[in-house]
């Protein structure tokens, strides 16, 4: 063998050493014993996420054991759970800024404590919690569950239009939060910008302004004038017509109820394709308007 091919094949079996061991030693990748979760949720005009890890029962006693009364969690395992609004909202009375916050709660047997705080990177070092960075504290009642809930799981519930329930379950415990959205001052807000001081509003504002005065048991005269412009406008807006007749259905105006509801049925019969549920509404509020006009 020259010497040439010699050193040719040292440096070869040299390269193909190196191209190996990054495969040699890398880590192997293998399930989280507690999986990472987000759950987001929009309530009104604000957003909210939830990130946090899901621990299983496995066979143990949770509450009280594994998650001792009288102490300072987490909220789940691996790292802090947090919880963000995009806007200030209201919990359990409390006012909270707008912001990201970590999720620690005080379990006990009737009673939960649960204290949203700026530090969001404790993780398992809940004694390093520092009670000035608190941004809310509020207790809450523990319920038990119909059934067993294998894996921590927090979700959303009981949504309303400005409201959301915020449930953290496991085990056979669950015990939830209450989130309240400022819907009222952002939507009225916008009316007056857009409606109301506006000399030319869109048909769209004013449509959407009637529905929200419908809606929130406002001012229903208001809300007529608005829609019966938006509908001057775009005649054709089977659902605008439909919002119409409701309206008037509310004010006891059930001739003009019945008028509304039979063009809004009329449009969406020529809408491509018909829009045969629309048609089933408007056939049902006709129903109901002559039914009460009697």
Known sequence: MSKHFASFSVAVAAAATLLAAPAAYAQIKTPAASPQSTVSQRVGLTDITITYSRPGVKARQIFGTVVPFGKRWRTGANATTSIKFSDDVTIEGKKVAAGEYGIYTIPNKTEWMVVLNKNTK?????????????????????????????????????????????????????????????????????????????????????????????????????????????????????????????????????????????????????????????????????????????
Do not use: H
């Not at 969406?268 to 109901?288: F, H, I, Q, R, S």
């Open 122 to 294: 404790l993780g398992a070092d809940v004694d390093g919690f520092k009670d000035d960075q608190d941004v809310a504290r509020f207790t809450i009642k523990p319920y038990k569950l119909g059934s067993k809930v294998e894996t921590f799981t927090i979700n959303f519930t009981d949504l309303t239009p400005a409201t959301t329930n915020v449930a953290m379950e496991w085990e056979m415990t669950g015990a939830k939060f209450k989130v309240m959205a400022d819907v009222e001052s952002k939507v009225m807000a916008q009316i007056e910008e857009k409606v109301t001081k506006n000399d030319n509003p869109a048909s769209t504002d004013l449509a959407a302004a009637a529905v929200y005065y419908y809606e929130n048991n406002k001012d229903l005269k208001q809300a007529l004038t608005w829609m019966e412009k938006a509908n001057a406008a775009e005649p054709t807006k089977f659902w605008n017509l439909n919002t119409e007749a409701k309206i008037r259905l509310k004010m006891k105006d059930y001739a003009g109820a019945t008028k509304a509801a039979e063009a809004s049925k009329k449009a969406a019969l020529a809408a491509t394709p018909p829009n045969g549920e629309y048609v089933k509404m408007n056939e049902d509020l006709m129903a109901e308007a002559k039914k009460m006009g009697k």
